[in-house]
């Protein structure tokens, strides 16, 4: 569950998936490609070296068209990948 917590760490990996860590300590890798279909603000950053550019802003993951992702989303799938890789007992 997302407590409004803020994105402390953000870094470009590969293609379009990033490192982005919380200040509560959940961290991982999350790929933002679908956001390309997502209207015009996204579309321009099909050019990857513009996607490159990702930052925080305001606890956000912000990027050089304007566009942000909401945290809450970021943290729901960065925790629902985790919780697919914990064993099942």
């Known amino acids: ?27 991982g890798e999350v790929d933002l490609a679908a956001y390309l279909d997502k209207g015009p603000v996204f579309a321009a950053l099909a050019d990857i070296e513009l996607f490159k550019q990702v930052r925080i802003e305001g606890g956000t993951i912000s990027l050089p068209t ?20 914990q064993p099942m007992r």
């Open 1 to 27: 569950m997302w407590n409004m917590n803020d994105i402390i760490r953000v870094r470009h990996v590969r293609d379009y998936v990033c490192y982005v860590e919380f200040d509560d300590g959940l961290s």
């Open 66 to 85: 304007g566009a942000d992702i909401a945290p809450e989303r970021v943290y729901e799938m960065i925790h629902s990948a985790s919780a697919s890789l």
